[in-house]
């Protein structure tokens, strides 16, 4: 991203500038952590970099200038963003299906269709028992594996998790957070995360971004980042 800025509502009473003059650079097979306040802009930031939200200034993802729509249009065969609370968002009437839609929508063939399904699954830890079972008749828990395996399924080479694991035990969320890491150490999978768990930002990032108040003010990896808190 160059020189980015993005003003909600502009020319309202609710105007609000999000992000203000940023500039980003995160390389393919990165392990990129976003911290910040509430309100800072992580999220803004995230759907920007997915396509799902444009402002003022220069974005290029995965070779695609977003400036463009048709751009941003082509975007979701390569970028999968995790929402806050991505379990909203189940809607079929089975597990296997939710997990379907995306891959089916892509135009695989069938055979390809499962296969990503059954790895996408198998790679959230759902059982094959639970694939048959309505989304509603899992576990919160459960139901956050799901929805994390509909975008995995997807295979993006860009994945933006917006506190992926918030409200889950801790053994759930050591879990999906090994898994996101393996993605990027194994399948040099991009990965930005927005969190506010710092040990899990410590640990694995490559590098961290740290935002206030729509702007970048502070950048390095954890170990220079932590060092002048
Ligand atoms: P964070 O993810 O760091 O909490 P956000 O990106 O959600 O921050 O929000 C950045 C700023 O933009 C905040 O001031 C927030 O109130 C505002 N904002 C977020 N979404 C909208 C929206 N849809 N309309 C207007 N303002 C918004
Ligand atoms: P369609 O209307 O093409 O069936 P959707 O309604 O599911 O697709 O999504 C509309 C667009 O929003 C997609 O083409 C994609 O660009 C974007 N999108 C939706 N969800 C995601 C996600 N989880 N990750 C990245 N992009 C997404």
Redesign the pocket.
């Known amino acids: 991203m160059k020189n980015f800025s993005l003003t909600?509502?502009p020319g309202t009473a609710?105007q609000?500038l999000?992000?203000q003059d940023i500039n980003l650079s995160v390389a393919k097979g990165e392990y990129r952590a976003l911290i910040?306040?509430?309100?800072?802009?992580?999220?803004?930031?995230?759907?920007v970099m997915a396509g799902l939200l444009t402002g003022e200034g220069q974005v290029t993802v995965a070779g695609l200038d977003l400036r463009p729509a048709k751009n941003r249009d082509q975007l979701w065969r390569q970028v999968g963003l995790v929402f806050q609370y991505p379990e909203r968002q189940l809607f079929e009437d089975t597990v296997f299906n939710d997990v379907a839609y995306g891959p089916r929508n892509l135009g695989l063939n069938e055979a390809e269709v499962q296969r990503r399904v059954r790895a996408a699954l198998a790679a959230v830890n759902l059982p094959p028992e639970t694939h048959r079972l309505s989304p509603f008749k899992l576990s919160g828990g459960q139901q956050r594996r799901a929805a994390i395996a509909c975008v995995l399924a997807m295979e993006p080479r860009l994945l933006l998790l917006?506190e992926p694991t918030a409200g889950l035990d801790p053994r759930a969320k050591g879990q999906l957070m090994d898994l996101f890491s393996r993605l990027c150490r194994e399948k040099q999978v991009t990965v930005v995360l927005?969190t506010h768990d710092m040990e899990e930002v410590a640990h694995r990032a490559d590098k961290v971004t740290v935002?206030s108040q729509?702007r970048v003010v502070l950048e390095g990896c954890p170990r220079q980042v932590f060092a002048c808190r």
Not at 36 to 47: D, E, I, N, V
């Open positions: 909600y509502a609710l609000r999000a992000l910040g306040p509430q309100g800072s802009g992580k999220s803004t930031l995230l759907q917006d927005v935002l729509g």
